[in-house]
């Protein structure tokens, strides 16, 4: 502490009165060490707000590079949030879907799930057609990746063998293909994806 504190709460005329009331040497090093040190001060601040800033906006720029899609036919809507964050712990979420037939009472439990979640719920009408809810979603993780470049992670939410084909074919154009699927599924399937989640 010094008898000169007080300076730093003026300006202009004020302080230069206030200069003009007699200060030794020893009064000025002090006064210059202490704007040395609020100068060093404020750059440090503005320093950390520039980096708090760029950070915030990496954050808000980084690319939507993941699409999920849910098998409501063949997966419980009870791993609905085990499902989610699988697949948001592989990157940033561009689209979420499940899929499942209209009449179907095992997949309308994914109806409040997928409003809860933020997912999208397709609902496919018509006559019971085998593997109907399958071909759909491989006909959408196909067409999301050719129409959306940002896209290279597909996360499939499924048990069900059936869709190793697909798996490889998506793989085959350099996207990384993550299975979320239940303990029941084969090997064949955790073989076939880059890699396998168990929920």
């Known amino acids: 502490m010094s008898e000169w504190d007080f300076l730093w709460g003026l300006s202009g005329q004020e302080l230069m009165d206030a200069i003009s009331t007699g200060a030794t040497a020893d009064d000025w090093d002090y006064i210059e060490e202490k704007d040395k040190q609020r100068k ?64 179907d009472s095992f997949t309308r439990g994914w109806t409040g799930k997928a409003r809860e979640c933020g997912i999208q719920d397709i609902r496919l009408f018509g ?52 299975v979320i699927g239940e303990k029941k599924s084969s090997v064949e399937l955790r073989r076939s994806c880059s890699r396998f989640i168990e929920v």
């Open 40 to 103: 060093r001060q404020l750059k440090k601040s503005n320093k950390a707000r520039r980096q708090k800033a760029h950070s915030g906006l990496k954050i808000h720029e980084k690319k939507k590079n993941t699409v999920l899609l849910i098998d409501g036919e063949n997966i419980s809507h009870n791993k609905a949030e085990s499902i989610v964050n699988a697949a948001r712990s592989q990157g940033t979420l561009f689209e979420s879907r499940v899929y499942g037939r209209q009449k």
């Open 127 to 178: 006559e019971p057609e085998k593997d109907k809810a399958d071909k759909k979603i491989q006909k959408d993780a196909r067409r999301l990746v050719v129409q959306n470049k940002n896209v290279d992670v597909v996360c499939l939410a499924t048990s069900d063998s059936g869709y190793i084909e697909t798996i490889e074919k998506l793989r085959l154009q350099g996207k990384r293909v993550v």
